[in-house]
């Protein structure tokens, strides 16, 4: 078994909206300080919120967040919105150059499992790969916003891992992003307003323990006002809608010869003001 830390825990865990199980029942938490306070809110509501107001608290007692197990932070109907080659030297180690305009695929809530929850290697692929990246979560209805509007819609940053299935992904962008439990994303919902600009963010990914990437959200073709701007010329953005930035050079499809993950591997995704990400692999049953 590999020897290094396989939980989020109290040392790299900012303050903010957690989702968790409360015997079996999924719940709203406050993560600080590395402990964990249930919540009388609505997780849509929360997002327009620094932190929870002191009436909403339902109780005094905190729990140790190694204590508690985390349940994937989301709002029941939101849309994961991705995007490809958002890094210039991303797409060149792919053999390519980044598109002109944001390009854009949907991931399914079924592909994601929640910080400390197992990624599952699938029984048809071997190619399972690994892609640290900053998480945006609408705070509230963005319709048609301009880009020095747009980062008034965020509500939170949270870390993604962007797992993918490369073999399918060849063939097609929506099988390989959409195994299931093949990504992750969490542990906490930041409020923006406790990130500040999202604009110089240091973002690292670790695989047990080794650095594998390691890049920074200044290095975006398009930063986070671009991407939200963009995607609400498209549709409506609604709290809770993610949208996953896109992730620095170092994927391990790139790597030769190249670097899948393995049942037993820990990947981290930690990103500067954020948190820190640790999911554990294991192989289909």
């Not at 640290?132 to 963005?142: D, M, N, Q, S």
């Not at 797992?163 to 390989?176: E, K, N, P, V």
């Not at 695989?207 to 549709?235: F, P």
Request: proline share 6%.
């Amino acid at each position: 078994m590999n020897e290094h830390r396989e939980l989020t825990d109290t040392s790299d865990a900012e303050a903010g909206w957690v989702c968790f199980l409360d015997a079996g029942v999924r719940r709203l938490g406050w993560l600080e300080a590395g402990r964990v306070r249930r919540v009388e809110l609505d997780l849509a509501a929360a997002l327009a919120l620094d932190g929870p107001p002191p009436d909403a608290l339902a109780e005094r007692a905190a729990h140790p967040l190694e204590e508690v197990t985390l349940a994937l932070p989301w709002v029941a109907g939101a849309r994961v919105f991705c995007v490809q080659r958002n890094f210039q030297a991303h797409a060149q180690e792919l053999g390519g150059e980044a598109p002109a305009d944001p390009a854009i695929f949907l991931r399914g809530r079924p592909s994601l499992v929640a910080a400390n929850a197992t990624l599952v290697r699938p029984r048809v692929s071997e190619c399972h790969d690994y892609e640290g990246e900053l998480a945006v979560v609408i705070g509230r209805p963005a319709r048609h916003v301009t880009r020095a509007q747009a980062l008034d819609y965020v509500g939170a940053y949270s870390c993604f891992n962007d797992g993918s299935l490369r073999d399918w992904q060849r063939q097609s962008i929506t099988a390989g992003k959409n195994f299931d439990a093949s990504g992750a994303f969490g542990p906490a919902l930041v409020p923006a307003g406790r990130v500040g600009e999202p604009g110089a963010l240091a973002i690292r990914t670790c695989l047990n323990g080794q650095e594998v990437q390691s890049g920074n959200t200044r290095q975006m073709i398009h930063d986070v006002a671009a991407l939200v701007s963009y995607l609400s010329g498209m549709t409506c953005l609604r709290p809770g809608d993610v949208i996953a930035t896109g992730t620095p050079e170092g994927v391990g499809w790139a790597r030769t010869p190249p670097l899948w993950l393995q049942p037993d591997d820990v990947v981290s995704v930690e990103i500067e003001r954020v948190g820190r990400l640790v999911n554990r692999v294991a192989l289909e049953a």
